[in-house]
């Protein structure tokens, strides 16, 4: 079978539970066609995109392969050429900013303008973006604040300055402004790039448990294969700009993936947990 084939096909399944049920979707990217304004060219082209409802799903894919561009067609900071975005069954485009900051937290790989504010005015800046930055603060944003601090282990820089902390601070202060919006859909682009592994520990350990304890559904783009197959109940793999498949790690891992999309040779392995062990990088297709 084609690798167009293939990735058709799977565009056509709906993701069922152990029973064999369909599990329902939060969101759903029909028919998506995207580009940018600066250029003609269609960066994704995926015909159906389902994130499971509570579940964590991971995308994954090469550098450029459009994982981030799909993102932000998703919490509607790209608006698709043609096609549409459903969250919970309503079409992305009717809600105002204000209204999907209450549906779904986002955070994304361009951040960088707020340098000058405090780390704690910008995690309470992301509790209530909807109602303005000087209305009241209540009881329930206070704590919700508090919680995201202290989830992201930031107590001790809550008062410095955002231009003036290290790559992985700054990435675990506006972690902490997500988390603090307390919604029930999370969109992470890369949210563990640039921290340690304490702190890339801390960081999954807090997605999954929201997931597990509070339903919340997470999509999440995660560079290190391993970490991503371990972490996710489903993987969305994207090679140049389409779906090139998708469903459970143990089933879209596969050495056939690893050489088609990442261009590498390497062995998968499931003891004592699924893990991808590189052996070389194979000749770049590229011309
Ligand atoms: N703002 C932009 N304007 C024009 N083209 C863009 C823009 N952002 C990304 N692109 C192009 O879209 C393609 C996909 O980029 P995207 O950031 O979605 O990839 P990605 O899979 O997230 O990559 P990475 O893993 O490197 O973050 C790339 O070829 C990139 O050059």
Redesign the pocket.
């Known amino acids: 079978m084609s690798r167009t084939q293939q990735s058709a096909d799977r565009e056509q399944e709906r993701i069922t539970d152990d029973n064999g049920v369909a599990v329902e979707s939060a969101l759903v990217g029909d028919d998506l066609e995207l580009s ?1 304004p ?2 003609e ?1 269609t ?2 082209d995926c015909a159906r995109l389902d994130i499971p409802e509570e579940a964590v799903t991971a995308l994954v ?10 993102l ?1 067609a998703l919490s509607n900071h790209l608006t698709p050429d043609t096609g549409n975005v459903q969250i919970h069954g309503e079409d992305l485009d009717t809600f105002s900013r204000k209204e999907l900051a209450r549906e779904m937290g986002v955070l994304s ?1 361009e951040n960088d303008s707020l340098g000058s504010i405090p780390v704690e005015d910008l995690i309470y800046h992301g509790r209530y973006p909807h109602r303005g930055f000087f209305d009241g603060v209540t009881e329930e944003d206070h704590q919700a604040v508090e919680r995201a601090i202290e989830l992201a282990g930031i107590d001790h820089i809550r008062d410095a300055e955002l231009g003036q902390l290290s790559g992985g601070q700054k990435q675990l202060a506006w972690i902490a402004m997500v988390l603090a919006q307390d919604t029930d859909v999370l969109l992470l ?2 949210p563990t790039t640039f921290l340690d592994i304490h702190h890339q520990f801390r960081v999954l350990e807090t997605i999954r448990q929201l997931n597990e304890e509070k339903g919340v559904t997470v999509a999440v ?1 995660l ?1 290190d294969i391993s970490q991503a197959a371990r972490f996710a109940d489903y993987l969305v793999a ?1 090679s140049d ?1 389409e779906l090139y498949d998708w469903g459970p790690p143990e089933e879209v891992v596969t050495e056939q993936l690893l050489a088609d999309v990442f261009g590498v040779e390497a062995t998968v392995e499931y003891e004592p947990e699924l893990q991808v062990l590189p052996k070389r990088a194979l000749p770049d297709r590229r011309t």
Do not use: A, F, R, W
């Open positions: 940018y600066t250029s060219e960066i994704v894919g090469p550098n450029g392969s459009g994982k981030s561009t799909l932000k790989q682009d890369e783009i560079h994207m700009g």
